[in-house]
């Protein structure tokens, strides 16, 4: 079993991606409370995304599972180019065309959502042996988890899996399925 992990809450005012923004107060408490949940998956191992936000949640998993932790930028968000990191309205302001952005259209120097779509496939490709590892990493990376294994092209919609702060998902390899198997609630 392969179980992704979304990082806790950080500052949403803030366009993300490759930025290293911190997890708030919230998402902190967040991850120590979905902590006993994920100790009672069969995980043996922690891999992260090297995105602050994502860091932060693996080290508080990793000491709450006694487990090490082993950091990756192949598990990172899309790349957001010239607005990762920006205050929304501020980037939205100077790139206006960028609020919704056409599937095939990179950000300026950074990825298209196919970009991810494309980069993720090829993750999963060379992640499908694995067991008992928890994927600690992003919603846009989870989401292209989820659109791989319906076989469809992504879309805009990022709420449309439930892929919320702190939320768990169980991919089944050999059954091409993913779902969401614990949330944060509160």
């Excluded at 500052?11 to 923004?21: K, L, T, V």
């Excluded at 082993?70 to 980037?91: F, I, M, P, V």
Aim: glycine letters at 6%; proline letters at 3%; hydrophobic letters at 35%.
């Amino acid at each position: 079993m392969i179980y992704f992990l979304r990082h806790g809450e950080d500052d949403e005012s803030y366009i993300g991606g490759w930025s290293d923004g911190e997890l708030t107060k919230q998402g902190i408490e967040q991850v120590k409370e979905i902590c006993t949940t994920l100790s009672h998956l069969p995980i043996s191992r922690i891999v992260s995304s090297d995105i602050k936000r994502a860091r932060m949640t693996a080290q508080i998993v990793g000491d709450a599972l006694s487990l090490p932790v082993t950091y990756t930028s192949a598990l990172r968000e899309q790349d957001k180019g010239l607005l990762t990191g920006r205050k929304k309205e501020e980037a939205y302001l100077e790139y206006p065309d960028y609020r919704t952005v056409d599937v095939s259209r990179k950000y300026p120097k950074g990825e298209s959502l196919m970009d991810l779509y494309e980069r993720v496939k090829i993750l999963l490709q060379e992640i499908e042996g694995w067991d008992e590892v928890l994927l600690v990493t992003h919603r846009g990376v989870i989401n292209m988890v989820y659109f791989l294994m319906e076989n469809r092209l992504p879309d805009q919609d990022k709420e449309q899996f439930q892929v919320t702060h702190a939320s768990i998902h169980e991919w089944r390899p050999k059954e091409k399925k993913i779902e969401r198997i614990s949330k944060w609630d509160k």
